[in-house]
């Protein structure tokens, strides 16, 4: 669970510190005050986008730590583990820094870690419903979700998925290999022919003939040159060989007497020895060459057919090797080819286990969606709708697909004796508030987080139905810690721990968030309840909505 926030120059957030205890935990404050400061940091802490207008004016950054706890073998204990960060403390801190630069860093109990990593660690531990989720009972595949969600059929619908996927990619490969069997045959007969056309030719390699044509064709220049260079090393009255013995033999007198002259000295016995065997290696080159014209033509001959076959084939003449060996490799393919009988038969054996697997969810689904339709109208029956009716209904869809076999809607009615119809058309906003409140808390039992935050999902509803919804979450509170920020008495008045955002008159302006005593908490729900005067009657009805609260407990 959610154990600490600290905020440091974060929004109006000056330096605050913030212990959450278990339970059911609300947060209330007039419209301005900051109540969002909390759930913006937690989230920024949980590896949402965030920007520049988080950092306090006038601060270069702004610093975020949430502290959770928790369980040895729980998921995040898990995910801990994997990535090597777990330790004895049980505990698990996530840092955000945001500067002002626009930049963010992140840490996972102190070790860096990228926002993926805090996404990752966030879905285990928090989960967040806004008062803008009733948007989502509109969309088309919400009740198919919710429905999955609750009856735990998440892995029936991935095997459907699976299965659907492997059978259209059974039908593309089955297409691919009737439409190559049609041009299979003149391809293979092209590579054929062009394999045998530069099967000799791979076998010799063009660069070492390249090399040996040229240095043919400066047979004469290269002679002379070796001539020269023989002459003036070893067989001139003054060659170089002979100088250098002579240096070197004026030098091992005095090696001795000095430490640089010595290494002077050894470079030069070095060099000698070198220019020993370059000399050596010079007169064999020598003798060994000779000019070939056969086989200079030969090589020209050569050439020819590399350039030839080059420019036919588009490509350079070192590369029609590598050419060569593609052809080679997509003609194996070719001959390897499945036979699109043996496909066809694996696209009939995957659509029957699509079939199965789609039948077997769609059977579970409809078994499922009776009770827990029958479920969701007792639940919204008490929140001021007691005629309300819920039902599923599945329509078959034209072509099976990874979803299953039907389009499933809730169906709604609030009005005895009139027909259920989908929600879009006939719920009002106040009772699509109240059914999406329900939804959730149903939806917040499955739950693996620990941590579950209601941002003002209470708007709409007041009076009995505030305080049925209080009830609610008290009841949802005592299996995991709820978070919930709320403009409603009634709500409040059922929590553990009720925390207090506040505006201070500071320059520039900041807020805080405070821990209500019991006596202050009377005064904070006569506020919400009774405006800005504060009076006997408002204190008398605050004390009662808290009477309420110890008699249900």
Not at 62 to 67: G, L
Request: aromatic share 6%; charged share 25%.
């Amino acid at each position: 669970m959610l154990t600490h926030l600290n905020l440091i120059n974060f929004a109006l957030a000056d330096n605050l510190a913030i212990d959450i205890e278990q339970g059911f935990n609300v947060l209330t404050g007039e419209t301005g005050a900051g109540k969002s400061l909390l759930l913006d940091a937690l989230s920024a802490c949980l590896g949402e986008r965030t920007d520049t207008g988080y950092v306090r004016y006038g601060s270069e950054k702004a610093d975020i730590t949430a502290i959770f706890n928790y369980q040895e073998h729980s998921p995040e204990a898990l995910w801990l583990k994997n990535h090597e960060l777990d330790d004895d403390s049980g505990e698990i801190h996530l840092r955000r820094v945001i500067f002002a630069t626009g930049r963010s860093k992140a840490w996972v109990n102190g070790r860096p870690s990228s926002l993926s990593e805090l996404k990752e660690i966030g879905r285990l531990l928090v989960q967040l419903y806004s008062q803008h989720s009733q948007q989502q009972l509109l969309e088309p595949p919400y009740p198919r979700h919710w429905l999955d969600r609750y009856s735990n059929f998440a892995d029936p619908a991935q095997q459907v998925r699976d299965s659907y996927h492997t059978w259209q990619k059974n039908i593309r490969s089955h297409q691919a290999a009737i439409d190559a069997q049609a041009n299979r045959l003149q391809r293979m007969d092209t590579l054929q022919q062009q394999l045998e056309e530069l099967e000799e030719l791979i076998q010799i390699d063009y660069k070492d003939i390249e090399q040996e044509f040229d240095r043919l064709s400066h047979h004469e220049h290269i002679m002379q040159d070796c001539g020269y260079s023989l002459n003036a090393l070893d067989e001139s009255e003054q060659n170089i060989s002979q100088e250098i013995a002579v240096i070197i033999r004026r030098l091992e007198s005095h090696a001795g007497r000095s430490e640089q002259l010595s290494e002077i000295y050894n470079a030069l016995l070095n060099a000698q020895s070198e220019l020993d065997d370059a000399t050596a290696n010079l007169r064999q080159f020598v003798d060994r060459q000779s000019f070939d014209p056969e086989r200079m033509e030969e090589l020209n001959a050569q050439l020819e057919v590399f350039h030839r076959l080059a420019r036919k084939y588009r490509t350079q003449p070192e590369t029609l090797k590598e050419q060569y060996q593609l052809w080679q490799d997509e003609l194996e393919q070719l001959n390897q080819l499945q036979d699109p009988a043996t496909l066809a038969e694996q696209v009939e054996s995957s659509h029957r286990a699509f079939l199965d697997h789609a039948q077997h969810l769609d059977d579970i689904r409809r078994e499922a969606a009776i009770p827990l339709a029958r479920q969701l109208t007792e639940q919204v029956k008490t929140l001021a709708l007691p005629e309300a009716y819920f039902e599923f209904k599945f329509e078959p869809l034209e072509q099976p697909s990874a979803e299953g076999f039907s389009f499933i809607q809730l169906l709604f009615t609030a009005n005895r004796g009139m027909p259920a119809q989908p929600l879009a058309r006939v719920a009002s906003g106040g009772e699509l508030s109240r059914i999406a409140l329900v939804m959730q808390v149903m939806n917040a039992e499955k739950t693996e987080a620990e941590v579950l935050v209601f941002d003002e999902i209470d708007v709409g509803i007041s009076g009995g139905t505030a305080e049925i919804v209080g009830r609610l979450l008290t009841s949802l509170g005592q299996h995991v810690q709820i978070l919930c920020i709320t403009h409603q008495a009634q709500v409040a008045a059922q929590s553990d721990q009720h925390l207090l955002a506040h505006k201070l008159q500071t320059d520039p302006a900041s807020s805080t968030i405070i821990e209500l005593e019991e006596e202050q908490r009377i005064l904070e729900l006569a506020r919400m309840t009774g405006g800005v005067e504060i009076n006997e009657t408002t204190l008398q009805h605050a004390r009662q909505l808290r009477q309420l609260k110890f008699q249900n407990g």
